[in-house]
């Protein structure tokens, strides 16, 4: 098989697969090594481009996936007659961060971070395929763990966890107001004596 062979090949099967496919699965498929599936695949993302077809490959955590140009959304919402999916809620966001920065987590590790019951926030996530269980924990009653989904980097535009945003330094337990006040308290009892 030539270069172009190979390029529309590989086009063909993501098309036919239409979810994301490991670069191990396709190595297995192809019969050549990750490195030969990766110089194709970077080759398919550069004819696409090239070509503005609307068709877009995006690579999300070691795989491959065809997706539609977002440009074009609009398009393909009317011509599916999809309904307009209502945005996540400010606690879906909190939630979702949660599990994100410390995934695998259990329902009852959100609860406690956040300080309020996610039940039905968690299965909104799951239903949106944002969020999928990864398992037991091997503790009394056997709770079960959450992770996000490919959908989740696809969604949020990237490729793997490790491009989330840094989170913030924890603040120092007693913070400087706190200590102003004890100092200016400090004083008055002083100035009295």
Do not use: H, W
């Amino acid at each position: 098989m030539n270069k172009e062979q190979k390029i529309s090949a590989l086009f063909s099967v993501l098309f036919a697969c239409g979810e994301p496919v490991s670069i191990d699965r396709l190595s297995e498929v192809f019969e050549e090594k990750p490195e030969k599936i990766e110089e194709t695949a970077k080759e398919l993302k550069n004819r696409l481009q090239n070509q503005k077809s609307g068709l877009m490959l995006l690579e999300l955590d070691n795989t491959y996936q065809l997706a539609t140009d977002e440009k074009y959304a609009e398009y393909i919402k009317r011509a599916l007659d999809m309904r307009r999916r209502t945005p996540l809620s400010p606690a879906a966001f909190e939630v979702l961060s949660v599990v994100a920065y410390n995934q695998p987590v259990t329902k009852s590790f959100v609860e406690q971070v956040r300080g309020v019951d996610c039940s039905g926030v968690m299965t909104t996530l799951v239903e949106k395929g944002l969020v999928e269980e990864r398992g037991r924990l091997e503790l009394p009653g056997r709770p079960l763990l959450y992770g996000t989904t490919k959908n989740f980097l696809r969604c949020f535009g990237i490729s793997d966890l490790s491009e989330l945003p840094k989170l913030p330094e924890e603040e120092p337990a007693v913070n400087d107001v706190g200590e102003q006040l004890s100092i200016e308290g400090t004083q008055e009892v002083e100035s009295q004596e």
